[in-house]
């Protein structure tokens, strides 16, 4: 391989390669491992050794093993309980006090250079003189940003809007948009979302231009360094499975999503130099990033990466939500407010429990797996057995074979109609003597509106960014309208949404900005962003893995004009301070409101942005919108197999 480098023939890796593989095929006999993990860490540690020349580059090393460590009732007190609907985790609670402080300026930063406030400020007091003193500065709005799956394609079109929010780019302050990034307190993100948010933390939340020069998107995920650096390849692999080896004898269960994690600690995270602060000891885990200077200084919003949580007793039943939870990976407490469980325990402590300590349970690349792992979900199971019942009886015999095979080692339990292609990623519960398990929450909400929508977080408007697909990969309106009736049904607070039927008659719900919520100031207003071209088609599918530098900027340049287009800043604007709030105890709660519709610009800006439900107005329920989702998962599901198989 590469036979014009010099190249070191490694009797050591010979040998690693046949322990290794020795060790795999007896938890196979053992049983230890899930049949399909255990086959594809056979088939990984065949492809390590494939490669015998050292590579020029160095891999991440950000795929450390958790280790198990006695206690010696040392421990704290790490899990929490909500004891109201209002309540919050202790440590987020905290910093949430000191970041309200920041934010209220930063927001006012905003509303001066989008000259909204002044024009309100004016036309409030001709209109009442006593809405708010001369003295009197309202109270920013609380703001968040809810970022939904679709890989790369959510990642680069959700990376372009933030930058046109961040004040630190001059074009995005004269467009009016820049410093709103600034001003959110909360921003969630599920699958390519989470990503994103991972890779921009982990950097410690630079331009994101900065950002994309410091990974490597310009590779496959799959296939690092491809074929000009197959030892590369063969280094991360090695890597890879070591780390999953080691933390099976550690005394954890390994799935895919260990695979996974390798792979996305060289794609999508910066390598050690690029981390301003110290993982020497910890590695890149989720509770490494309360080092990031802006984390410590309470001036970056608190990042919430969006999994789906099960236990054994649930792992096959489907993946709705109940009897699934949603479950909130957050820098300072990770846990749920699901219905059946609503507990939390600090990030770093995850999978401890009594006096029994789990280091590293919160490595990042992990998590990010855990994140965006579609293909652990609870699928049909007669989908798969037909599908591999044609694939048997292929004429192919190189199909019919390996699906042959496939059907031998497939565990397809007899008691469910549903299955897994292989075991989802798994920690030691801290709540319980069961095993957590968590998957893609695709099929719960395609928008992570849940965690945002929490009483305890007193959000005011939260920016829906959607760059999920439909039939032709744009946004159809079912992410949102699944989130956001998944939100009702478990008793949460959400502004009227259109029905997928209203969705696909009025193009503009689909090809614009549109707001929710805009006369009803007892819940959060949604800005709703679809992805839609403006400068570039960013319909891209969400099995690209790979970009080239300048679909990456050209996608970057399409989200940020996506916030940018038309009258769009302006009209924001006047939401934005409409949602201000009287701290002065002047105005009772029954007026406390500006009077948009007497401010000419904002009158137009409702009119064209608001969506106004129809009097008897009844969204789409959360049953018809979760059977939509699982039939577009099923197609998907099929889909996948059939290339697979094929």
């Known amino acids: ?217 310009n590779e496959s995920l799959v296939f690092p360094g491809g074929t000009e650096d197959l030892p590369f390849f063969g280094e991360v692999v090695q890597k890879t499975m070591e780390d999953a080896v080691q933390k099976r004898s550690n005394g954890f269960n390994v799935s895919l999503a260990d695979m996974y994690a390798g792979l996305i600690s060289q794609h999508m995270l910066p390598a050690p130099s690029q981390v301003p602060y110290d993982t020497e000891k910890t590695g890149l885990t989720l509770s490494s990033l309360a080092q990031v200077p802006s984390v410590k200084n309470f001036s970056a919003p608190l990042p919430l990466m969006i999994s789906l949580q099960k236990d054994s007793g649930t792992l096959n039943k489907g993946d709705t939500c109940p009897p699934a939870n949603i479950w909130e990976w957050g820098i300072f407490e990770s846990g749920t407010f699901g219905s059946n469980l609503t507990s939390f325990v600090h990030s770093g402590q995850v999978g401890s429990s009594g006096n029994t300590c789990v280091e590293g349970g919160d490595s990042l690349s992990w998590i990010l797996a855990t994140a965006t792992a579609a293909f652990t979900s609870a699928s049909p199971k007669d989908t798969l057995e037909e599908t591999l019942e044609e694939c048997m009886h292929s004429g192919n015999l190189l199909h019919s074979t390996i699906c042959h095979l496939a059907a031998h080692i497939l565990d397809l339990d007899e008691r469910s109609d549903r299955t897994h292609l292989t075991t989802p990623a798994q920690l030691p519960s801290s709540f319980s003597e069961d095993e957590l398990y968590f998957t893609d929450v695709g099929p719960c909400e395609q928008i992570p509106l849940f965690s945002l929508l929490q009483k305890g977080r007193e959000l005011d408007v939260i920016f829906a960014l959607d760059a999920t697909e439909g039939n032709t990969s744009w946004p159809t309106g079912l992410a949102l309208s699944i989130s956001a009736s998944h939100a009702r049904h478990v008793g949460l607070r959400v502004p009227d949404t259109p029905t997928l039927k209203q969705f696909a008659s009025d193009k503009n719900l689909t090809t614009r900005a549109t707001f929710f919520g805009c006369h009803d100031v007892d819940m959060p207003a949604i800005v709703y962003i679809p992805n839609h071209e403006v400068s570039f088609p960013s319909n891209a599918s969400f099995g690209k893995l790979q970009w080239t530098p300048e679909e990456q900027e050209a996608m970057l340049r399409n989200g940020f004009d996506q916030l940018t287009e038309d009258d769009l800043p302006e009209c924001l604007s006047c939401l934005l301070t409409s949602r201000q709030k009287d701290n002065c105890g002047i105005v009772s709660k029954a007026e406390n409101f500006w009077p948009r519709e007497k401010v000419p610009q904002c009158e137009r800006c409702f009119q064209k942005y608001c969506w106004i439900p129809d009097e008897g107005h009844n969204a789409d329920s959360w049953e018809s919108a979760s059977n939509r989702v699982d039939e577009i998962n099923t197609a998907n599901f099929e889909g996948m197999l059939r290339s697979l198989f094929d």
């Open 1 to 217: 391989i590469d036979a014009h480098r010099a190249s070191t023939f490694s009797r050591g890796n010979i040998l690693s390669a046949g322990i290794t593989f020795v060790s795999v095929i007896a938890m196979k006999l053992t049983k230890k491992m899930a049949p399909t993990t255990t086959t594809v860490l056979a088939v990984l540690l065949l492809a390590t050794h494939l490669s015998v020349c050292q590579s020029e580059r160095t891999h991440n090393p950000w795929t450390r093993s958790p280790k198990i460590e006695n206690c010696d009732g040392q421990r704290q007190d790490y899990v929490w309980r909500q004891s109201s609907d209002t309540g919050i985790p202790p440590m987020e609670k905290a910093y949430m006090e000191q970041n309200d402080i920041v934010t209220n300026k930063e927001f006012h930063k905003y509303a001066r250079n989008a000259k909204m406030q002044q024009e309100m400020l004016r036309v409030s007091r001709s209109f009442s003189a006593s809405v708010f003193e001369e003295s009197c500065i309202p109270d920013a709005p609380k703001l968040g940003v809810a970022i939904s799956g679709g890989s790369f394609r959510s990642f680069l079109n959700a990376a372009g809007i933030l930058d046109a929010m961040d004040k630190r780019s001059p074009e995005a302050m004269d467009a009016g948009t820049g410093g709103l990034l600034q001003s959110l307190s909360y921003i969630a993100g599920e699958s390519g979302g989470a990503w994103l948010l991972g890779s921009w933390f982990s950097q410690g939340l630079p331009q994101f231009k900065d950002m994309l020069h410091n990974i490597r998107l």
